[in-house]
């Protein structure tokens, strides 16, 4: 199961300003049509809380039936906190 965008949040509330932060999520969470609520909060996080240095997509395995998952890697700088209360 993947991480609930709450959850996200909150641990990326605990790293500390100026901290380094990489994670990677799965590329279908970023597209319109999505329901994680992921792209809204990849475009909140990066218009001041986060500053993106790397982003990149790559095949992350693939599925029993021999399909490629894909997954984005994003590597970057906290600059603040997230206010959940303005998301959720």
Known sequence: SD????VFLNAFNLIRDDGWIAFNIKDRF???????????????ISEGAFSVHQRKRYCHRFSLGGK?????????????NVNLSEIF
Do not use: F, H, S, W
């Open 68 to 80: 490629e998952l894909y997954y984005i890697v994003i590597v970057g700088k906290k600059i603040g």
């Open 30 to 44: 970023l597209t319109n049509g999505d329901n994680t609520c992921y792209k809204d909060i990849m475009k909140g």
């Open 3 to 6: 991480i609930p965008p709450r």
